[in-house]
């Protein structure tokens, strides 16, 4: 069933509107809290919108209703910051507490000059450590990354199947800046059913010389796509990308992260 | 008129439809040449492939057929490596020639540790500077970054306007790798017409709390999208977004760069 969309759009593909690709919310989810069954919630949401699910439908999910769900929310009140969160805080001019979340979340820091560039335990390295302010009731809580941002989008995929009867692929997506470019970008933290990385070594281009070094991130595209239609405030945090043709794999978004060890920029 | 399709995308919002995106390819280019009329060729082969260019559409063409068609193209049979390009290239056992063209294309080198990563003379910082073996025609042949995308960008908007009597936005993409992330992701070189950065601070999320720090890489994520269905060895290297809700600016791609100053990872 995997590899029926990928094979019958490569029949078509001769036609222009063949390779089309195309990306839309889901509208009208609820606000999600600890505990809430996201795959009926956009089930319903889908069918309520006039959506139908279908077979090879990738669902990127933002990060944070994720995290809401799973219960990754804290209270800056709760929290007492140690010595080096103060420390850091004073020197960045933040919320100590804030920054006690943040170290928490980190196993290491990378930066702290401006803003406060750590890498999580997962390994992703990113501003305050995915820990985040917006979009969360209550003027004092924040949100955590999903502990195991992969096993989310399984699981995910795996209730959305019995939801619905589709096979779909999940992307859990995030905004993370980037060192050398301004602004932020979706990315894909966490991933079921696509290719995360697409490797073309060994393929030719159009003139058959071998693609050397090319490797593509195909989940962050994939998540950068959905970042278009996603939007920040407007509260659409599930979006469908249909027609993109792949073969249906385990591949989890932890794959992204470059080691660090063959990191020039750690 | 420039207004006009995101007016009109706002009032239906309300539905799911209403919000999507499409993302196709413009099939059947040649193989293109110095000099040759781009948009004439794009206008002509998406009239072939039945593909009606509208108002609003946004174009993401790939580097490569902007080098080529400037002339931007060196063969490294007639590149003589300077002292300094023979000792890089020993270091990185790679071709002395491509170093010297790497440099030649740089003001600075920012690792040569496995991979040339240097700042362009347009401030990206990227592997090899842009300059590239692969979809050029002849064994010999690299091409280089275009020496100015913004304008490239603009350019060819203009001459599709031209062409085609519509107000498109180009952007012009290429795939640069990440520091702290595995694989490349296709970005935003040149732009006109689309927002590049968007800006969103001071607006409020659902919760009425204000954002901070939330600036969109809007162009990266639409090249990004673009990318998924460019693929780099199929020889489609036009691909048009239609259906983005976007004001029509002047917004230079060149806006992205993170000023040397500001960064902390060069």
């Not at 690709?21 to 009208?28: A, E, K, N, Q, Y």
């Not at 800056?76 to 006690?100: G, V």
């Amino acid at each position: 069933m995997a590899s029926q969309p990928s094979r019958r759009s490569q029949r078509r593909r001769a036609s222009s509107a063949s390779s089309a690709v195309s990306l839309f919310v889901i509208p009208g989810l609820p606000e999600i809290r600890k505990g809430h069954p996201l795959a009926q919630l956009i089930g319903l949401a889908s069918r309520r919108a006039g959506t139908t699910l279908e077979d090879g439908d990738i669902l990127v999910v933002a990060q944070k209703i994720i995290s809401k769900a799973e219960g990754r929310v804290r209270r800056l009140s709760k929290i007492r910051p140690t010595l080096r969160a103060l420390a850091l805080a004073k020197k960045l001019s933040s919320d100590p507490r804030l920054i006690e979340a943040v170290l928490r979340e980190s196993r290491r820091v990378v930066r702290s000059d401006r803003v406060l560039i750590v890498e999580t335990h997962h390994g992703f390295v990113c501003a305050n450590g995915g820990v985040d302010h917006s979009n969360v009731l209550g003027r004092d809580s924040v949100t955590l990354l999903p502990r195991n941002p992969d096993r989310s989008a399984r699981r995910l995929a795996t209730a959305l199947r019995k939801q619905t009867g589709k096979r779909l692929a999940v992307i859990i997506s995030d905004t993370f800046g980037r060192p050398w470019r301004l602004g932020l970008t979706n990315v894909a933290i966490g991933a079921f059913g696509v290719p995360t990385l697409v490797d073309l070594r060994g393929r030719r281009d159009r003139h058959r010389k071998l693609l050397r070094a090319t490797v593509l991130a195909v989940a962050d595209e994939l998540a950068a796509a959905a970042g278009l239609v996603m939007g920040k405030s407007a509260g659409t945090p599930a979006v469908v990308i249909r027609g993109y043709r792949y073969r249906f794999v385990e591949d989890p978004a932890a794959r992204i992260i470059r080691p660090a060890k063959e990191d020039l920029f750690r």
